[in-house]
């Protein structure tokens, strides 16, 4: 982490590789996991992510980057990313965080490999979640949320999707919501 942390901050190469860069995000989600008690720490280190993983998947090559979306949610913004594939009529691979996940984490290791599998994959934060902690505190209806995101996929991408074949992959709690959204 520190000699992450010396690259981050000037003191290493210029450029850190896309490798550095996601483990640099991981190293801060799994930090930021014991800061619950001081959520000035805990606000920080998540800062830190959002500042690192859009260098990261700018690094990317090829086909499947993450592309960084916005969907209209009641009187805001569920942040997400969306991986599509190049070919059209692939399913669909909504990924809900746990409680205390983000968007950046599953999207970059577990979406990847359902989009090497042949899927289409959006990862988001949904309220009371990531960069949703701030705006929206967690509801009891977050089925709403998954909702609006399906909503948006079928408005944004309906020829480019096969939305008939979709699934979602919960995590932690987020089975019972997973239950709920259907």
């Not at 520190?2 to 930090?31: I, N, T, W, Y």
């Not at 059209?88 to 746990?98: K, L, T």
Request: net charge negative.
């Amino acid at each position: 982490m520190k000699r992450l942390d010396q690259r981050e901050h000037g003191q290493g190469p210029p450029s850190p590789p896309l490798s550095d860069l996601a483990e640099m995000v991981g190293c801060f989600h799994v930090g930021q996991h014991f800061f619950h008690l001081d959520d000035d720490l805990k606000q920080r280190s998540l800062a830190k992510i959002w500042s690192i993983y859009p260098r990261a998947i700018a690094l990317h090559e090829g086909p499947g980057r993450p592309v960084r979306v916005e969907i209209p949610f009641r009187d805001t913004h569920l942040p997400g990313y969306l991986r599509l594939r190049p070919e059209p009529h692939r399913p669909v691979v909504i990924q809900i965080n746990g409680l205390d996940n983000l968007k950046e984490i599953e999207q970059d290791a577990i979406g990847r490999m359902f989009h090497e599998a042949g899927m289409n994959t959006i990862a988001f934060d949904g309220p009371g979640q990531g960069e949703m902690r701030a705006r929206m505190p967690m509801i009891p209806d977050y089925h709403t949320a998954v909702s609006a995101v399906l909503d948006w996929l079928d408005r944004e991408h309906r020829g480019h999707l096969d939305l008939s074949r979709l699934d979602e992959v919960p995590y932690t709690v987020d089975w019972v919501r997973r239950h709920l959204a259907a």
